[in-house]
């Protein structure tokens, strides 16, 4: 049985052109950039070239590129050095989303708890933010608004752009978490207005355990980790170059890529909600067309999403029900309740996410999968019985 991979927001597969940049450095070009000697100081070439790489991606400055653990380590820094900035200047007020990915959402419970006043915005039926509740939340005091470029489970891109742009003329500093964004949909900083932004390589074929956060120059940045002088003193701890030297390889090989892949993925992307649309009680989430290429998300009525992601586990299908990040939870998906979904209609969900790596062959698997799968769980559903009897669920 062919196993097929459609659980990419979660995790990619490390490219063959990442996986090769990476090679010379696990034991060739092995120094430590820190270090004065001259295998060292190679290193700290390679590792500039690759910051020039990410930077030129995004268009962005080199030195407005910090290294990070991954997505989760960015979001943090860049979080708290807003609020910790604003806070020297009396402003301790921060605007964000209700359906922001955990790693936002925890860091504002954080500073919560220190006093800051934090003002989650509704999300709508479609999973996009209003331009319009982002401008009228701004206040004098705000630090910060953060907004995710791209939403991890539904997949809706936002209006980054004009957000930026209400944040630029109140001068008030803008972050977005753009994980899910980065090498799928075009990212400009200049263009979009961002302040800082968030990214993890291997939501772009790049290895895991890296990525990067983008700070605009004269935004002074708070250390989480302190030691060494890495990073400009920002960021203490010997660069991970090899995974680095992976990371601008995969972002690089993206972007030369997106309009390609993005209109290959789009296409089996609707081809699969075409697919499964005519199942009775199911429902798209999220706008039809402001999304990402390859992320679909669908609820299905009267069952469970862990034992349909179990059953398609043995058709071979590998998809999730949400964020990998909170699989561990028996809890409804924090996004889908945020969208007025109903509970018991959030329980049945399904994330698929594609790459260019699938075919439309894998794709009508996956319909006639769902469809035998789904038509099998409401078979023996109690609940499902109950709906079809009229009755309420909850």
């Known amino acids: 049985m062919k196993t097929i991979y459609v659980d990419n927001a979660a995790t990619t597969r490390l490219s063959d052109v990442a996986f090769e940049a990476m090679k010379p450095f696990m034991q060739d070009i092995y120094g430590n950039p820190s270090s004065l000697h001259h295998i060292g100081q190679t290193a700290k070439e ?13 268009n962005a400055q080199p030195n407005e590129i910090y290294f990070t653990s991954g997505g989760s380590e960015a979001d943090n820094q860049a979080i708290l050095t807003a609020a910790y900035n604003g806070a020297k200047k009396g402003k301790k007020h921060i605007i964000s989303s209700k359906f922001e990915h955990h790693a936002v959402l925890h860091t504002l419970d954080k500073l919560k708890n220190e006093g800051f006043e934090i003002q989650l915005l509704d999300v709508y039926k479609n999973g996009i933010i209003k331009v319009e509740d982002v401008k009228n939340a701004l206040r004098n005091d705000t630090a910060l608004v953060t907004i995710m470029t791209a939403n991890n489970e539904v997949g809706t891109v936002q209006p980054i752009r004009e957000i930026g742009e209400i944040c630029k003329e109140k001068g008030v500093v803008f972050h977005t978490d753009a994980v899910q964004a980065i090498g799928h949909i075009k990212i400009d900083v200049s263009e979009m207005n961002v302040d800082m932004l968030s990214a993890s390589a291997h939501k772009f074929h790049g290895p895991r355990g890296i990525g990067f956060l983008y700070c605009r120059k004269g935004i002074l940045l708070q250390n989480l980790i302190n030691g060494g002088a890495q990073e400009r003193g920002k960021r203490a701890g010997t660069e991970n170059t090899p995974a680095i030297i992976g990371m601008a390889a995969a972002i690089e090989d993206a972007c030369e890529g997106l309009e390609r892949n993005a209109e290959y993925i789009s296409e089996i992307r609707d081809m699969i909600i075409d697919g499964c649309a005519d199942i009775e009680l199911s429902r798209l989430n999220g706008d039809r067309q402001n999304r990402l290429p390859g992320t679909i998300n669908f609820c299905f009525e009267g069952i469970e999403g862990e034992g349909l992601l179990l059953l398609l586990d043995q058709y071979g299908i590998c998809a999730s029900s949400g964020s ?9 998906s924090h996004v889908l309740l945020s969208m007025g979904i109903p509970v018991a209609v959030a329980h049945g969900s399904l994330r698929i996410s594609l790459s260019e790596e699938n075919t439309k062959e894998e794709a009508q698997i996956i319909i006639d999968s769902i469809h035998k799968v789904v038509s099998y769980l409401r078979s023996i559903s109690p609940v499902w019985e109950k709906i079809q009897k009229g009755e309420v669920v909850e």
């Open 46 to 58: 390679y590792l500039d070239e690759a910051r020039a790489k990410i930077a030129k991606c995004i």
């Open 324 to 332: 990998a990040c909170t699989s561990g939870s028996l809890d409804p």
